[in-house]
């Protein structure tokens, strides 16, 4: 069983940063993929990023050059930096795992709201 607890959300204004971090619960986070999605009101949940257990790093077009993903294997955490945020990127964040190092993400979060005022 893999708990993750998500935190940094809050209210930024347009261009604004926030760094959201997700702390996993459970032996093993060296072998865990993590992925970060986000759901705005009316809309499905979306891929924002992910890193693999290997390093391997993707983001949806919509964050390229502004978000970036990491992780700690020390603190078992993913970070997702968020720069120049936009008021499209208000939504409820989501971190996500896999402990079997795929894209199948079996482990979710509670959330944390991210709202950008313009």
């Known amino acids: 069983q893999v708990q993750l607890a998500e935190s940094g959300g809050g209210l930024v204004r347009s261009g604004g940063s926030l760094r959201l971090s997700c702390v996993a619960s459970g032996r093993g986070f060296r072998a865990y993929s993590m992925g970060w999605f986000r759901q705005a009101p009316g809309k499905e949940r979306e891929f924002v990023a992910a890193?693999?257990?290997?390093?391997?790093?993707k983001y949806a077009d919509s964050v390229k050059g502004r978000f970036t993903v990491s992780r700690e294997y020390a603190k078992s955490t993913v970070f997702l930096q968020m720069n120049s945020l936009k008021p499209e990127d208000t939504a409820v964040y989501y971190c996500a795992a896999d402990p079997r190092g795929g894209l199948a993400y079996e482990y979710w979060g509670q959330g944390t709201q991210v709202t950008v005022s313009s």
């Open positions: 890193v693999t257990w290997s390093g391997d790093i």
